[in-house]
Nanobody
Framework: QLQLAESGGGLAQPGESLTLACVAS????????IGWFRQAPGKEREGISC????????KYADSVKGRFTTSKDHGKRTVYLQMTRLKPEDTAVYYC???????????????????WGQGTQVIVTS
């Protein structure tokens, strides 16, 4: 049974960078598309990025495109979210989750997921 655990959240100033990690246990990530999601106080959860099983294809929400990068390290069973040029509106709890399962899983839709991690808080404030 795949389990995901996020880490790397914290406090940052606007314009700074943070990198989040999503570590998998119980299974490799070879057959999963993994998404990053976030939920700000009083707002609905938002899918912000997705990476396919091979790690070759990625997709991003407009709100983070050009600032955030997701990558996958198969050996470490880890998916990363590198966040640059952070803004106060990036403040949220960040989660990773399975978007789709299978060797040919895609990121065609990454607005929902399963096998959620516990989340990691990111606060961007001056």
């Amino acid at each position: 049974q795949l389990q995901l655990a996020e880490s790397g959240g914290g406090l940052a100033q606007p314009g700074e960078s943070l990198t989040l990690a999503c570590v998998a246990s119980g299974s490799s990530l070879d057959t999963y598309s993994i998404g990053w999601f976030r939920q700000a106080p009083g707002k609905e959860r938002e899918g912000i990025s997705c990476i396919n099983p091979s790690g070759v294809r990625t997709k991003y929400a407009d709100s983070v495109k050009g600032r955030f990068t997701t990558s996958k390290d198969h050996g470490k069973r880890t998916v990363y979210l590198q966040m640059t040029r952070l803004k106060p509106e990036d403040t949220a709890v960040y989660y990773c989750a399975v978007v789709q399962k299978g060797w040919y899983a895609t990121c065609a839709q990454f607005d929902r997921g399963s096998d959620w991690g516990q989340g990691t808080q990111v606060i961007v404030t001056s």
